[in-house]
């Protein structure tokens, strides 16, 4: 990729190329429902859902739609575009570099295979962990690309995720953790219903370094520089993933259990507890306040009693405490048990 971009014989597109890309995804615009099986289906960007998302958003609670803050929807639309170019650029690096390691895969229709061409529904059947008992769902898929490994013409799955924390943020958390841990249970997921067991989770930073070299510029402080030793900051960086059967079994044992706990409430109106951890992952839930509105008396006291031990402990300010506080801050005063 910084070959191509790095390369004058980039500048355009070869226009037969270019059309054929539209034209696919003309002929993919609208809606694709999922067979009528009665089966949860998970989608593998959504397999790190807590559990009551998950009973929500597969039972008659209607997701929350309320205006964000604009910055917020022109960044999802940042994010939907360059996953765009840059599938359009890969396509055309083999005819512009002459020589490539990776290409787009193509599917026997001669489509490329990504998103919506490459979307596949698989049904598995799992034992509960819990129970042992056998639970039957569905996992669909479509990645940002599959890629052909051009030395030996092995498969390889591309998810392409777009940072608007800066340069230096996202250089930050990606080494000292590396890929974040849900967009690997996302290329597991697809593992599991393409069979493929390589990926390459690619982060790009909307933040580019400066033009020229801003490290001699007094204007520029040292948090806010993006060039390090002559060089810019990286704003691109990509990590490889070997999906193992351990790690399949993991994600098929989660997910046989949140169906459990889905098919449970669908007979009985069964809504699982909140508990510490899943207020970590509320930031982009379509049900927050549903999920608060039904919390019961009892489990709040619980919440309130751990928060209390963190704010006395050695957790008092870390992020797994504050989340839970700005959960609480949204449960009302009144909370009752829930219907």
């Known amino acids: ?8 014989d980039t500048s355009f597109y070869d226009n037969a190329l270019e ?39 597969n039972g008659r609670v209607k997701a929350e739609k309320s205006a964000d803050i604009p910055f917020r929807g022109r960044q999802r639309r940042q994010g939907t575009a360059i996953v765009d170019y840059l599938q359009l650029d890969i396509i055309h690096a083999p005819k512009r570099l002459g020589s490539v390691k990776f290409r787009m895969a193509q599917r026997d229709n001669g489509e490329w295979d990504f998103e919506d061409a490459a ?5 598995f059947t799992h034992p509960n962990p819990e129970t042992g008992e056998l639970v039957s769902f569905a996992i669909t898929a479509k990645p940002d690309g599959k890629f052909e490994y051009m030395p030996d013409g092995s498969r ?14 996202m250089n930050g958390k990606l080494d000292f953790k590396g890929a974040q841990d849900d967009h690997k249970r996302q290329v597991v997921a697809e593992a599991l219903v393409f069979g493929i067991d390589e990926a390459l989770i690619v982060y790009e930073s909307t933040q580019k370094p400066s033009w020229f070299s801003d490290e ?20 691109l960086r990509a990590f490889y993933v ?17 169906a459990s706990l889905v098919y449970e409430a669908q007979k009985t109106g069964a809504v699982p507890d909140v508990s510490v951890e899943m207020t970590g992952k509320c930031g982009f839930c379509a049900f927050r306040g549903h999920c608060a509105k039904t919390l019961t008396a009892e489990n709040r006291a619980l919440l309130e009693r751990a928060e209390s031990r963190m704010a006395s402990g050695s957790m008092a300010g870390k ?14 005063e009144d909370t009752k048990e829930a219907a």
């Open 216 to 235: 001699e510029s007094s204007s520029v402080t040292k948090g806010q520089k993006t060039w390090k030793e002559g060089v810019p900051l990286p704003d």
């Open 19 to 57: 059309r054929k890309y539209y034209e696919q995804k003309l002929r993919h615009i609208g809606f694709k429902p999922y067979p009528k099986d009665g089966l949860i289906t998970f989608g593998a960007s959504g397999t790190a859902k807590c559990d009551r998302e998950i009973v929500f958003k």
């Open 156 to 169: 390889v799955i591309l998810e392409y995720k777009t940072k608007a924390s800066g340069l230096r943020a």
């Open 319 to 332: 992020e797994d405490h504050k989340y839970l506080r700005q959960y609480l801050a949204t449960v009302p």
């Open 1 to 8: 990729m910084d070959a191509y971009y790095s390369s004058p």
């Open 242 to 258: 070997r999906i193992t059967d351990a790690m399949k079994t993991q994600l098929l044992n989660d997910l046989a259990r949140q």
């Open 119 to 123: 979307q596949e529904r698989v049904v």
